[in-house]
């Protein structure tokens, strides 16, 4: 198990487990330091900051925003901003909108193939948190129309299958100004995700401001690790690493920690986070 996990996802977003939970979990497998990244909203920030007080963590503010390149799908990892400022919760909400938005049209493209979902049901779902595609695919699977989420985004809802629907495009630029804007960095999420040509776009996105490779990802074997981690190295940029923990109990899950994440690289990560962000750690109010 790593010390460091800074990509996690809980109930805020599209995660299955609490962030309290999310805490608790990371603590029980030897994390020390995390990152919350739920997709467009900090509200999970607040709870997972109590949790980790008491337990003893650090934890960084973060967040996981969606961007396109072309025709493929960029996110980013926005870490160590201000969580409080006015204009990036504006921005966040104005991402969310678009989610439910998107929701919609997929429900409507579902029921145009024999599937009878209502978006109410979607929305109870999601509870609190920022509604996406997982929470569509649990639907799927509680209505029987799948054997499981990880089907439903086989046959349904994964790119290019039938309620593949993009929301408005965000240009990358714009989501790297904010979160500059607000004091934290960015780094590129999974980016073997992003297509064959993953390293062209990593080396756009670096000049677009991109701050930092996600090297040490979850399922990566060691030959794509060490060529990130060299590239990284080329363009003068941080490596971070995360298990991009949701809890949904896809093929591909790892438990929160587990990847290969040295020690050293966690807290190279952590030293660049410390050098470079308005916002390096939360802390409760006594």
Not at 28 to 43: F, I, K, P, Q, Y
Not at 142 to 148: L, N
Not at 201 to 230: C, F, M, P, Q, W
Request: charged content about 25%; glycine content about 10%; proline content about 3%.
């Amino acid at each position: 198990m790593a010390s460091g996990d800074f990509h996690l996802h809980s109930t805020a977003s599209d995660g299955v487990n609490s962030p309290t939970w999310v805490v608790e979990r990371a603590a029980a497998n030897g994390v020390r330091a995390l990152a919350l990244t739920d997709h467009d909203t900090t509200e999970g920030l607040r709870e997972a900051a109590e949790a980790a007080a008491r337990l003893g963590l650090r934890l960084i503010p973060g967040v996981e925003i969606s961007t396109e390149v072309g025709k493929a799908d960029v996110h980013l990892l926005g870490y160590g901003f201000d969580p409080g400022a006015r204009r990036l919760q504006e921005f966040f909400r104005w991402q969310r909108e678009g989610r439910l938005a998107r929701v919609e049209k997929i429900v409507a493209i579902l029921r145009e193939h024999g599937m009878a979902l209502e978006t109410r049901r979607i929305f109870e779902i999601a509870g609190e948190a920022t509604v996406g595609r997982p929470h569509v695919a649990r639907a799927l699977l509680e209505k029987g129309y799948v054997a499981s989420v990880q089907e439903a985004f086989d046959l349904w809802l994964g790119n290019g299958k039938p309620a593949d629907v993009n929301r408005e495009k965000l240009d990358p630029k714009d989501a790297i100004a904010i979160i500059h804007e607000n004091g934290g960095v960015v780094f590129i999420a999974h980016p073997t995700y992003m297509g064959d040509d993953y390293v062209e776009k990593i080396r756009l996105l670096r000049r677009l401001g991109a701050d930092g490779i996600e090297t040490y990802y979850k399922h990566y074997a060691a030959e794509i690790v060490a060529g990130l981690a060299s590239l990284a190295k080329e363009l003068g940029v941080a490596a971070s690493g995360g298990s991009d923990y949701h809890g949904l109990g896809n093929p591909d899950d790892r438990d929160i920690g587990d990847i290969s994440f040295p020690d050293e690289c966690v807290d190279a990560f952590l030293g660049f986070i410390d050098a470079q962000c308005a916002c390096s750690a939360i802390e409760v109010p006594a």
